[in-house]
């Protein structure tokens, strides 16, 4: 299958699942146009804060029926915009029968999360041999080490530094030498880029509002890309690729999305019977993908916004040394 083909196919398994929130769907076809050429990861592996598992799932290559998604499985949603709320955080017991039609290509040994609803949803997915409930601030309960390890987010939402460098360092442990990580990572300015800027310097209670902590969970400007190779290079690794993930764009149309409607497609998702709801998917992912599928392309971005910067990284790095 052509790349092109490849990726495309991807946005629409990512649109079944997320079809609420496509902006999900479009940031993590981007980080796959990258990882498809990463993965699979060498076994034994680890997911490092896998959540639910299913982004690591799709991206890995498994398929969902049309009846399947997300939104079966969350909580408080009619309080969107409360502070201290993680609407996902929950596991209802009829959460899927996940309605799997194809496992994926690859799978992990460990998923390990601090949230232990979140490792509930991924265990019904087949897809983790193993799972551990556990903050990854602390060194793992276990004597087990993996050749590879990966994450998506440890790295990317916290604002402390001996924080981060104490994730580094607790990979390394879990680590065998020549063991591969592969992390994404906030580019320096998209802090900048965030509409919490607006809630600092106008007041405006609606940026503050639509943030949601992305702004206080984010790591500051001074966390550019010198100083975690810097944090990487004093942990034992050494850096093999550092790739651009996710163009401005892409990220502003991921910080807003459907995020304000969130609230209100949950009432209507509740109102309907999942024969509805599945006929409804039937139209709108095909309108979706006709709407999108080409902004998946980095030269039509290029072409909308000329001076775009990519704001993620996606870094590959290898154990050298024990620490
Ligand atoms: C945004 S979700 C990402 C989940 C998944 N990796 C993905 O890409 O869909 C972030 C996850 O990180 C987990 N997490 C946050 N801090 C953690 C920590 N210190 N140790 C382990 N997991 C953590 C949360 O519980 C949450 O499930």
Redesign the pocket.
Known sequence: MSAEKDIKEKFREFLNVYWIRPE?SFL?TYDYAVLRDIFPLPKPNI??????????FIWAGGKFDFSFDMYHSVKDTDVMYSDDV?V??CFEKDFCKPAIVKQPDWNYTYG????KS?LEKAKKLNFYENTIN????DPIPLEKKFNSAF????FA??SDAD?LSN?IKNVNKILNLNGKLVMRLHERTFKQMLFHNYYKQYGFKWAKKLDKFIYDHNPDEKFDLAWWVEVLKNNGFEINNIHNVVPRLVAYAYLIGFRPMFRTFMSMYNMLSLEQRTELKKQWIPDLVELFEELMFEETVTKIDPDSKNVLYLIEATKIKEI
């Open positions: 999900h993590s997911d490092l804060a896998c959540g639910d598992g299913l982004t690591s993680d996902y955080d390990l999360d601090l949230k979140m556990h903050s990854f601030d994450s998506t987010s440890l939402f916290t924080v994730r």
